[in-house]
Antibody
Framework: EVQLVESGGGLVKPGGSLRLSCAAS????????MNWVRQAPGKGLEWVSS????????YYANSLKGRFTISRDNAKNSLYLQVNSLRAEDTAVYYC????????????????WGQGTQVTVSS | DIQMTQSPSTLSASVGDRVTITCRAS??????LAWYQQKPGKAPKLLIY???SLETGVPSRFSGSGSGTEFTLTISSLQPDDFATYYC?????????FGQGTKVEIK
């Protein structure tokens, strides 16, 4: 069974940083492209970032470039998102999601999702 | 960035109804479109990819159609489990944009 379990969220002050993690199991993590998608309270879904199997290809939403950094550790079956200079508008549930391909040239679709981790930015 | 517009934003329907949700792209995305279902407090679930391909395990009452800029998600006979919010998502460009969502409510 495919499982994606996010962690690392919490309450952080404006300007602060967090490192979100996603532990994957039940599939070949090293053969799957991975993604982060977020959802602000009461709002729709927003693609954040995608990373290829070997981290050679990385994509970010234009509005987030420079503050967010996606990475992965295939030996640990883990995906990460470093989020810096946090703003109130970054408050959201952050989902880890799998793309069912081993190659991407940009964001693709997402076939498995984690349950999400809540990030709240407030003073 | 490509903009995705869903209509309607809210839809009231009864069990057994045929339901259609429309998603329009601001420019052609070929067939690079997915549909998701989301229930309150839960992660989205993939229903359809490449505009009309049914994800494994998704009931056949769900179907997708369209290409270019106009797409539809159809539920042939609405079931109690189908009351949820539905999102389209384009993956033709580097933006991976989602539509704003369509909430399907009980009439």
């Amino acid at each position: 069974e495919v499982q994606l379990v996010e962690s690392g969220g919490g309450l952080v002050k404006p300007g602060g940083s967090l490192r979100l993690s996603c532990a994957a199991s039940g599939f070949s993590f090293s053969s799957s492209c991975m993604n982060w998608v977020r959802q602000a309270p009461g709002k729709g879904l927003e693609w954040v970032s995608s990373i290829s199997t070997t981290s050679n290809y990385i994509y970010y939403a234009n509005s987030l470039k420079g503050r967010f950094t996606i990475s992965r550790d295939n030996a640990k079956n883990s995906l990460y998102l470093q989020v810096n200079s946090l703003r109130a508008e970054d408050t959201a549930v952050y989902y880890c999601a799998r793309t069912p391909t081993d190659y991407i040239s940009g964001p693709y679709y997402f076939d498995y999702w984690g349950q999400g981790t809540q990030v709240t930015v407030s003073s | 960035d490509i903009q995705m517009t869903q209509s309607p934003s809210t839809l009231s329907a009864s069990v057994g109804d045929r339901v259609t949700i429309t998603c329009r792209a601001s420019q052609s995305i070929s067939s690079w479109l997915a549909w998701y279902q989301q229930k309150p407090g839960k992660a989205p679930k993939l229903l359809i990819y490449k505009a009309s391909s049914l994800e494994t395990g998704v009931p056949s009452r769900f179907s997708g159609s369209g290409s270019g800029t106009e797409f539809t998600l159809t539920i042939s006979s609405l079931q109690p489990d189908d009351f949820a919010t539905y999102y389209c998502q384009q993956y033709n460009s580097y933006s991976g944009t989602f539509g704003q969502g369509t909430k399907v409510e009980i009439k």
